[in-house]
């Protein structure tokens, strides 16, 4: 969904225009819907919290979590908002190369971090934890592959609005799209942050 | 200041409608070229207008308004008499599914999105909401969403686990056909609609109104509609994720309800009313605002205690979050929970009594006016209180497990959801009916349709009160002359009743329908201002122009319209009428903004919407057909993206030569 509220931005902002709030539209826009994520990863959490020691079948949480790869790449995760954060600000500067490089690099980390988690998801699979073994593994799954979703979203995104800046067809404010981006970017990563702790690091 | 709309003088305007790169036609087109001329249907089609999308939100509401009235008549066929044979079980169950999930998601909350997207941008003084496209796109995927909920009567079967579809029974062993899978899917894109909708809407007051305009001076429908979004935005994920777990269950397999594994009966239930609370909400709020506007008009008095109005309607959508778990006081929560959630659902009975009393002030010492519109208002007052009050009845925890299951709870919800939110539709309609289609509805058929559905509103629901603490339970399909009971409290003679009244009832509905074919056909148009009325929608011709306002209006009061005609006088507080409607609109036109840039038509929201539609067939028809759809919603994304959303001059068929682009409007 955040693509599409990206989409207005030309419209909003570069006519000069004030808000009554002071934020443009679209950043309202995004942080309304973020606020609505909060509320769809609460309710998955909760899912989870309430199953995760639920196993009548296949293996335990204790027995299958790879804590040290994990946090390899969740800090891929974390720093790729870093990298957000210089494309944002290379943005504001006009520099649209170092904005593309930036980008090009953050992309490359979220997927970089999704594939970790296709590989942790293909390693479980293969240790015996399919997504309809037992109430934890279901939710387990469904949890972090929301996640992985919204973090592959994301990349496409990055990567995309990269290809459209190189192609020169942003009519509007360019370091607003790319705060936009970087807005929804760093709130995937928090959300990582709130399920690394609560999934790998907490014991059941 | 609205962002939306582009006031030039002419001399600015060639340098301010290119854009700051250079870009040759091709490239400023996306994927096809933009509707921007559409006539005939295609303009109803491709039109990011917020007045089309509010008349095509009413229209299609007002459809399956009828699809789900005609649900509910066959149920109190089969229930008038005893052994009915009209339903089968397996019929009835899902005849009262889809009776409440079509009232509910597919009648009440997108009429109330028609009223607000009509009136909301007019109330505020902007010329359009936030995101135009986005806005059509909330309109095709409700569309999408309802078609595909009601394509399962005829694809093996519709839902049958009621609107709650309580899991483990929605679960694939106890409800296996097709049915639930169409409701899980039609839902989460109805739901998808809705969050959209809010959000654009949210951002349209908080950021859109006319100079002037602060919060405190917002029609109080403008604030309730504002309440409900809110209430969308954070309620509509919850039951989001409740969907996702039974789809993936019911389609992958996944183990969330399988009791067998140990799993929660109760977790749907959390899910599901943490939702399903704030959507009661969501439905009664803007039936509030409707009359909350009516109310003042037809008393000739400002609305008494604006600021509590606002705030107790404000507090209810608070409260609203935290009183859940009273939908569950029957499943075993424990004391501490049932009196937790007992004592916040009475706390809410105080915000709603705080406007109850403040629209009968609003009456008292007025010179009311008996129109239609006021009857229905005044309909709502006293209807909503009796349900209000019953209300109040299941917050109390032990009287409520008396009550649960039984149709003492379908009387009260009846009374509220009837007799509150769809009074107050009503009431909208006969008041605002003038403003969108610039004709007068017949107050005389008026009155048969209020009285008919006033007296068959409460043949059809007040019996149920006495059916329901006599025990009758709910959803229960057949009754049998032998356990109906004697004398005053038979079963029989009151089933009997209520099914009289729901085709009295209905009959007060086709009046209704009656009414708008007679009125369509009349050629007599409406004054400017029928009522006296008192917020901005009124300040522009009927129907509006598609630009709304000549120039937006700057705002010194509540009640702006009101007080552009009436000065009060300093001693006596008498108003005094120093011009007229007529007068105020000559004086706009005459000093009106010329070159207003309106957003352009768009194929996109409608394209982008077929693809969900496709992509959540393919969930139950198998990942080729979810494949199609990903690719279609993922091309449409694009085209969207890359489509500026005010048309460039080349997307039109000849650029003027002298700079100017072609108008979709005209100049005022």
Known sequence: MADIATHDTDHATDHGHHSSTGLSNNKLAMWLFLGSECLLFGGLISTYMLYRGRVQNGPHPSQIYDVPFTSVSSFVLLMSSLTMVLAVSSAQRKDDSKTNLWLLITGLLGATFVGGQVYEFTTFYREGLGFTTSLFSSSFYSLTGFHGVHVSVGVIMLLSLRGIIKKGKITGDKAEVVELIGLYWHFVDIVWIIIFTLVYLIPS | ?668
Request: glycine share 10%.
């Open chain 2, 1 to 668: 200041m609205s962002t939306n709309e582009l006031t030039l003088t002419p001399s600015q305007s060639p340098g301010l409608v290119k854009s700051p790169l250079s870009i040759s036609p091709s490239g400023s087109l996306g994927a096809v070229r933009r509707p921007v001329n559409t006539t005939g249907w295609r303009e109803w089609l491709f039109t990011v207008d917020h007045k089309k999308i509010g008349i095509m939100y009413g229209c299609v509401a007002f459809v399956f308004f009828i699809v789900g009235g005609v649900e509910a008549l066959f149920i109190r066929l089969q229930l008038a008499l005893p052994d009915g044979r009209i339903l089968s079980a397996d019929k009835y169950n899902q005849m009262f599914t889809m009776h409440g999930t079509t009232m509910i998601f597919l009648f009440a909350m997108p009429m109330a999105a028609a009223f607000a997207n009509y009136f909301l941008p007019l109330q505020i003084g902007a010329r359009d909401v936030a995101f135009p496209r986005l806005n059509a796109l909330s309109f095709w995927l409700f569309v999408s969403g309802g078609l595909i909920l009601n394509a399962s009567w005829f694809l093996g079967g519709a839902a049958d686990g009621g609107w709650f579809m309580y899991a483990p029974n929605s679960g694939p062993v106890f409800s296996p056909s097709n049915g639930v899978d169409f409701w899980v899917l039609g839902l989460q894109i109805a739901g998808i609609a809705s969050l959209i909708g809010s959000i654009n809407l949210i951002v349209t007051v908080l950021n859109m109104r006319a100079p002037g305009m602060t919060l405190m001076k917002m029609p109080v429908f403008t604030w309730m509609i504002l309440v409900v979004q809110f209430l969308l935005v954070f309620s509509l994920p919850v039951i989001t994720v409740a969907l996702v777990l039974l789809m993936f269950q019911r389609s992958y397999g996944a183990t969330f309800f399988d009791v067998s594994q140990g799993a929660d009966p109760l977790l749907w239930q959390h899910l599901f009313w943490i939702f399903g609370h704030p959507e009661v909400y969501v439905l009664i709020l803007p039936g509030f605002g409707i009359i909350s506007e009516v109310l003042p008009t037809f008393s000739r008095k400002p609305l008494f205690g604006y600021p509590f109005v606002v705030f107790s309607g404000a507090s209810i959508g608070l409260v609203g979050f935290g009183v859940w778990a009273h939908h569950m006081f029957a499943s075993g929560l424990g004391p501490v929970s049932v009196a937790v959630f007992s004592m916040a659902t009475m706390a809410i009975a105080i915000p709603t009594g705080v406007k109850i009393f403040n629209w009968i002030l609003t009456m008292w010492g007025g010179k009311i006016w008996y129109s239609v519109a006021m009857k229905f208002a005044i309909g709502l007052v006293v209807l909503f209180t009796i349900g209000g009050l019953s209300g109040v009845t299941h917050a109390v925890a032990p009287s409520d497990t008396q009550q649960t299951d039984t149709y003492y709870i379908v009387a009260h919800f009846h009374y509220v959801l009837v007799g509150g939110m769809m009074f107050g539709l009503f009431s909208g309609f006969y008041y605002w009916w003038p403003k969108v289609f610039g004709k007068m509805l017949n107050e005389k058929l008026g009155n048969w349709n209020f009285w008919l559905m006033l007296i068959g509103m409460n043949l059809t629901f007040g019996p149920m009160h006495i059916l329901g603490l006599q025990g009758q339970p709910r959803r229960m399909y057949i009754w049998t002359e032998a356990r109906a009971g004697e004398g005053f409290f038979n079963f029989g003679f009151w089933n009997l009743v209520s099914s009289i009244g729901s085709f009295v009832l209905a009959v007060g509905v086709l009046f209704f329908i009656i009414n708008v074919i007679k009125t369509a056909r009349n050629p007599e148009r409406a004054p400017l201002d029928p009522w006296d009325a008192r917020t901005l929608e009124w300040l522009t011709t009927s129907p509006p122009k598609v630009y709304n306002f000549d120039r937006i209006p700057v705002v010194h009061h509540l009640d702006e319209f009101f007080h552009r005609k009436y000065v009060e006088d300093e001693t006596t507080h008498t108003m005094t009428q120093i011009a007229t409607c007529e007068d105020l609109m000559r004086a706009e036109e005459a000093a009106a903004d010329t070159g207003i840039h309106l957003p352009g038509p768009s194929y996109w929201p409608l394209l982008l919407a077929i693809g969900v539609a496709v992509l959540g067939m393919g969930v139950i028809y198998g990942t080729p057909i979810m494949v199609v759809g990903a690719l279609v919603v993922l091309f449409s994304s694009f085209g969207w993206v890359l489509e500026p959303s005010v048309p460039e001059p080349i997307d039109f068929d000849s650029p003027s030569t002298d700079g100017h682009t072609k108008e979709i409007a005209p100049l005022g």
